[in-house]
């Protein structure tokens, strides 16, 4: 059996070598999902352009964790140029008046995302189009480039399909960068001033992404010559999954607020110290304490053997008739004084609901046995007998 196992054991470890082994040498699918986030290295995460944004903004770029609306309801100062890049920018009605009123101050805001809450359009005065509303059968790969209006450099732009581009601007708008095709040029990169601040609104979002960031110089060169509009301010780079978790965890208010999530760690802690001391509490040995026995029988049988033995059945008999007479007195309220007069038999058979008969047997026994100087074993027993029987006639045991 012990062999067994061992063998057991031996062949488990080599298959998870085996495993480990392989699963490090094999080599690893490229992950093309658009995530857009700071942590991640596939070729349309933001690890690069997060790393490489204290050397294309030369401040001191802070990120931001919390929800929008709660970080801009505690900022009275524009001194943070904020920065959004998502797939879908939607932060709700709320949290959007909060960015309006934001960079009507005076701040300013660079959304880069394919898809902008309409909301957030109809509050700018903008509207969007599917870039394949404008030219249909556009060979992607092939044909089309994205240039900033600032720069004659024009790059190629691949592995990603086009989503949206601005279809309508106000007069107050101004196109920073277009994509190009032939002939046509469509806004994907936009200014929009709104009251003393800035919007600035890009929507191609893979162009910032680690792939075309690490492709070429003149891919990097795009990049940090878009963000070159925010180089005045830090930058506040506003961090979606971290939001994300925080959003899904019914904890939020508590973790959020320095005191609640003290408290909070503190009762976790507490609960953690009465488990353990509960636990230890309920597994230590509890001795088997057993109930004193109840030696009234035997006690009662031992008085009854030295009597049997010893004593005299005379102090017996007169004891157990003035036992008798007590109950009687007790139970029927009697006058056992009265015990020789008929009257006292009839009254007795009456209450007890005994038959007078054996009424008048049992008075004129315990009569006789009080009458008698002598008595042996067979008196006790015969008047121990009678009493029992008219005691359970009479219900009285």
Same mark, same amino acid.
């Given at each position: ?41 596939? %070729? ?19 990120? @931001?964790?919390? %929800?929008? $609306? ?5 900022? &009275? ?7 959004? $890049? ?14 309006? !009123? ?19 359009? !109809? ?16 060979? @992607? ?13 024009? @790059? ?33 990169? @936009? ?40 180089? !005045? ?5 506003? !961090? ?7 959003? +899904?965890? %019914? ?13 909070? $760690? ?14 230890? +509490?309920?597994? +230590? ?21 030295? $009597? ?59 009569? +006789?046995?009080?009458?008698? &100087? ?24």
């Amino acid at each position: 059996m012990k062999g067994s196992v061992k063998f057991g054991l031996i062949l488990l470890t080599v298959v998870l070598v085996l495993i480990a082994l392989i699963d490090a040498t094999s080599k690893k699918p490229i992950i093309w999902d658009r995530t857009f986030d700071a942590k991640d290295k596939n %070729p349309f995460g933001a690890y690069v352009l997060r790393q490489e944004l204290k050397h294309i903004i030369d401040q001191k770029n802070t990120t @931001i964790e919390r %929800p929008l $609306y709660e970080y801009l309801d505690s900022t &009275k100062k524009t001194d943070a140029n904020l920065f959004f $890049y998502t797939s879908y920018f939607s932060m709700g009605e709320a949290a959007e008046d909060k960015l309006l !009123d934001y960079v009507n101050r005076g701040g300013k805001a660079m959304i880069v995302a394919e898809d902008i809450d309409p909301y957030l359009l !109809d509050s700018l005065g903008l509207k969007t189009d599917n870039f394949y509303g404008f030219k249909k059968g556009v060979n @992607i790969k092939s044909q089309l480039r994205v240039r900033l209006m600032n720069d004659n450099n024009k @790059i190629h732009y691949s592995k990603s399909d086009l989503g949206e581009v601005f279809k309508k601007l106000p007069k107050h708008a101004t196109i920073l960068g277009a994509i190009t095709y032939k002939e046509f040029t469509l806004p994907n990169f @936009i200014a929009v001033q709104f009251g003393k601040g800035t919007f600035y609104l890009h929507l191609t979002p893979d162009l910032f992404g680690n792939y075309y960031l690490l492709n070429s110089a003149s891919q990097y060169a795009y990049v940090a010559k878009s963000l070159s509009y925010l180089n !005045d301010k830090p930058i506040a780079w506003y !961090d979606f999954k971290a939001n994300l978790e925080q959003y +899904r965890t %019914p904890l939020r208010v508590l973790l959020m607020n320095d005191g609640l999530r003290q408290a909070w $760690y503190v009762l976790l802690a507490g609960l953690v110290l009465l488990l353990v001391f509960r636990s230890r +509490r309920e597994q +230590r040995a509890v001795a088997v304490v057993s109930p004193e026995p109840n030696l009234s029988k035997d006690f009662c049988g031992t008085i009854a053997t030295l $009597y049997y033995e010893n004593g005299a059945p005379g102090n017996m008999v007169a004891k157990k008739i003035d036992y008798f007479l007590h109950d009687l007195r007790m139970r029927f309220h009697l006058d056992t004084l009265m015990l020789r007069e008929e009257e006292f038999s009839e009254e007795l058979a009456e209450r007890a609901g005994v038959p007078l008969v054996e009424t008048q047997s049992l008075i004129r026994l315990i009569v +006789r046995m009080q009458d008698a &100087k002598q008595h042996d074993v067979a008196d006790l027993k015969l008047i121990n007998d009678t009493i029992e029987e008219f005691k359970h006639k009479a219900k009285m045991i």
